[in-house]
């Protein structure tokens, strides 16, 4: 297992990476912007090639692209609060910006690391473990499309159903985004819902990921309450959120 120290390094060294910044970044009050680099090790998604990804981490912000971008940032960032950058107004005019170069704003979404002390949980049903060669067999299943992704770039390679007799009734999955952090996925199926198999999935399959050596995290969106509300009782704390934009489409 981990400390919650060691659990915040390898988080902000891996941020580091995927938002071309240096680790000092993510611990001083300032905003920073810098130029978007493709730097070895990074998680690679599909906005990977963006002209904007935009990290707040604490108070701060981490604007991470690309150089005739830049200077827009570098004079409206300065001495701005982080905390409020992502409000309908400031994400507006960000858009606005961003059109004059042929782009837009195309995700935010906010990410939890376990830092809340849990106790070793057991199961609520019968669960069955899938490892990576076991999980193609859920290829094209449209029922656990937030469990697996399917991606060589985050490979599937752990995931824990719920049962009910032989019937699957929920299913997490863990992707291997980068090296040291796993990323967690959900799914249970209608019928099913409200009942803890969630949370109870979310929280055996992360506690079996640091069991395996590497750091569990969640992602989700805003408006999704529910999935927010099963991060926190799995034992996670929301600690960032990234922006991301892409080619603006007609």
């Not at 935010?108 to 019968?126: Q, S």
């Not at 979310?202 to 927010?228: C, D």
């Amino acid at each position: 297992m981990f400390t919650k120290n060691e659990i915040l390094n390898i988080a902000k060294k891996q941020l580091a990476l995927d938002f071309s910044c240096d680790i000092d970044d993510l611990e001083k009050i300032e905003n920073t912007v810098v130029e978007k680099q493709h730097k070895v090790g990074r998680r690679i998604y599909d906005n990977d090639r963006c002209s904007l990804k935009i990290l707040c981490f604490g108070r701060r912000a981490v604007v991470s692209t690309t150089s005739e971008i830049m200077p827009w940032f570098q004079e409206k960032l300065d001495d701005y609060d982080a905390n409020w950058l992502f409000l309908i107004p400031v994400l507006k005019s960000i858009d606005k910006m961003l059109e004059g170069f042929g782009h837009e704003i195309a995700d935010i979404h906010h990410f939890y690391l376990p830092l809340a002390t849990l106790e070793d949980i057991e199961p609520i049903t019968d669960i069955r473990w899938y490892e990576q060669d076991d999980i193609i067999q859920f290829e094209n299943d449209d029922r656990f499309d937030e469990a697996f992704g399917f991606d060589d770039n985050h490979p599937d390679v752990l995931g824990i159903a719920a049962l009910n007799g032989d019937e699957i009734i929920g299913m997490a999955g863990a992707s291997r985004d980068c090296e040291d952090m796993w990323q967690i996925g959900i799914n249970v199926m209608e019928g099913y819902r409200g009942k803890g198999i969630a949370t109870n999935l979310v929280s055996l399959l992360k506690n079996e990921i640091m069991k395996r050596g590497k750091i569990p995290f969640y992602g989700t969106i805003e408006s999704n309450i529910y999935s927010q509300g099963v991060a926190i009782k799995s034992g996670f704390m929301p600690l960032w959120v990234e922006l991301s934009s892409r080619e603006k489409r007609l």
